[in-house]
């Protein structure tokens, strides 16, 4: 790649026109539990937190009827820092001078102009529409002379809240190579091997960390198959991707033997979203947010279309390996990621843990440098998908600099479509595996209490 594309596709402020490509979609911003002063005690008198996304610095607040706005930092009469507004339940009021905005960014006050002054009907603090999905504050920071898409009806956000989690955590370093780290399929037979393989009986759907420790659905020679052994003995997936509307399903097949045959199908959501499954009832979300050009934030959401999440058990989980109020990991280049070269030997492929394998990805993300330098690296078969997501990326870049629409979900039609989009995770008749998934994925919809029987799968 060449040095003048990397930049393309990894500049993300607000004249960079890959910025302004992103900016076309529902982005997330901040979890709803942000707000709740049992996480966040400063949170109960005064719900209001500074946010940089795509390089911008904003304010987001929540008023007294729980309505969440999101404000430019900067005051609109002078500029001064609105995240130290004074908090007045119904908008944010600025220590400088006093001027008033709400949510909408609209003007309620200008008490240092004369009695009768009009001047505030002339005023707007720069905002960004926001909606709340699935316990996560997603923002529209598109053009202020168009409107933002319909929010998109993936399954994640159509699950009722029992069914439903949201957690987030940063990383240092670009939004690209967090979401290339995400899509690649051939890195879980690495990165995140176990040496070992635990007692299926000890795995629960709620074990949020424990992810390819679930057994891969269907059997070989009767016996059930923990994901991470099938992933540690076939270790050269044949790795294939189909465009969709929204962006690609990708299929990654390992040849077990004659007759069966490992099938793994994930999803990209253009521009920077995957979903995967966990288990056979459980699948994860994952958005990438850039904060800037070196900073990301991930947005997992676990979806359950069997029993209830014991979001709870699952937030402490997570909490045990990020620091609140900024979901800052305690693993990072300043502690070598928890490096153990024992462990390396004895536990795991990569030596950094069995509990939490978030830290594996962070490690692969963050350790290429805050922008990847994709001059000098050397691609392979196994890269077909990352060179294909690229294409579509730059394309979309050149497409929308040219006025062409954006692909995906920033169009409402697409957004309204049902697509799931699906994901499995199995053993499979090698000869049937096409028609195995989908029967997979019908049985998981038809057991789905929640899922509307009329919703289509692409
Ligand atoms: S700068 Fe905010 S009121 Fe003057
Ligand atoms: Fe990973």
């Given at each position: 790649?060449?040095?003048?594309?990397?930049?393309?596709?990894?500049?993300?402020?607000?004249?960079?026109?890959?910025?302004?490509?992103?900016?076309?979609?529902?982005?997330?911003?901040?979890?709803?539990?942000?707000?709740?002063?049992?996480?966040?005690?400063?949170?109960?008198?005064?719900?209001?937190?500074?946010?940089?996304?795509?390089?911008?610095?904003?304010?987001?607040?929540?008023?007294?009827?729980?309505?969440?706005?999101?404000?430019?930092?900067?005051?609109?009469?002078?500029?001064?820092?609105?995240?130290?507004?004074?908090?007045?339940?119904?908008?944010?009021?600025?220590?400088?001078?006093?001027?008033?905005?709400?949510?909408?960014?609209?003007?309620?006050?200008?008490?240092?102009?004369?009695?009768?002054?009009?001047?505030?009907?002339?005023?707007?603090?720069?905002?960004?529409?926001?909606?709340?999905?699935?316990?996560?504050?997603?923002?529209?920071?598109?053009?202020?002379?168009?409107?933002?898409?319909?929010?998109?009806?993936?399954?994640?956000?159509?699950?009722?809240?029992?069914?439903?989690?949201?957690?987030?955590?940063?990383?240092?370093?670009?939004?690209?190579?967090?979401?290339?780290?995400?899509?690649?399929?051939?890195?879980?037979?690495?990165?995140?091997r176990f040496l070992n393989d635990e007692d299926l009986q000890n795995i629960g759907d709620n074990d949020a960390g424990k992810q390819f420790r679930s057994a891969s659905a269907g059997e070989i020679g009767g016996q059930k198959w923990p994901m991470t052994k099938i992933m540690r003995e076939f270790c050269q997936p044949s790795i294939s991707f189909e465009s969709k509307p929204y962006g690609m399903e990708i299929t990654s097949l390992r040849r077990m033997n004659e007759s069966l045959t490992h099938v793994r199908v994930t999803q990209s959501i253009f521009p920077a979203t995957f979903v995967i499954p966990l288990s056979e009832s459980l699948t994860i979300t994952q958005f990438h947010v850039p904060v800037d050009d070196e900073h990301t934030y991930w947005y997992s959401f676990f979806t359950s279309f069997d029993k209830p999440l014991n979001k709870e058990a699952m937030r402490e989980q997570r909490l045990q390996f990020i620091s609140l109020p900024d979901y800052i990991p305690k693993s990072g280049a300043h502690n070598r990621w928890g490096f153990n070269a024992k462990e390396q030997v004895e536990q795991t492929y990569l030596g950094m843990g069995e509990e939490d394998i978030n830290v594996h990805d962070q490690w692969a993300v963050e350790s290429m440098g805050a922008i990847q330098d994709r001059t000098q690296e050397h691609l392979g078969t196994s890269d077909v998908l990352i060179m294909a997501n690229r294409r579509v990326l730059l394309k979309a870049i050149e497409d929308s600099q040219n006025g062409a629409p954006a692909p995906g979900v920033s169009s409402s039609s697409i957004a309204n479509m049902r697509f799931g989009p699906d994901t499995v995770d199995g053993v499979a008749p090698t000869e049937q595996w096409s028609d195995w998934w989908r029967a997979q994925v019908q049985r998981k919809q038809e057991a789905c209490k929640w899922l509307d029987p009329s919703s289509a799968t692409s």
């Open positions: 790649m060449k040095a003048q594309q990397n930049a393309l596709l990894t500049q993300v402020g607000p004249q960079s026109a890959c910025g302004q490509l992103l900016r076309l979609y529902w982005q997330p911003i901040a979890l709803v539990d942000e707000f709740d002063p049992r996480l966040d005690p400063k949170m109960q008198d005064r719900p209001v937190k500074s946010v940089r996304v795509f390089g911008e610095d904003l304010v987001l607040f929540k008023n007294q009827a729980g309505q969440f706005g999101l404000l430019d930092k900067h005051c609109a009469h002078r500029g001064v820092d609105l995240s130290f507004a004074r908090y007045e339940g119904n908008g944010l009021r600025c220590p400088f001078h006093g001027w008033k905005f709400d949510v909408s960014g609209t003007c309620l006050d200008t008490p240092a102009e004369p009695t009768g002054s009009r001047l505030k009907e002339h005023v707007t603090q720069r905002h960004y529409p926001v909606i709340e999905k699935a316990g996560v504050i997603f923002a529209w920071m598109g053009p202020a002379n168009q409107t933002p898409p319909d929010f998109p009806k993936f399954d994640c956000f159509e699950a009722p809240t029992s069914h439903s989690f949201a957690f987030k955590g940063r990383w240092n370093a670009n939004w690209l190579q967090a979401f290339e780290v995400g899509i690649d399929p051939a890195h879980p037979s690495f990165l995140h």
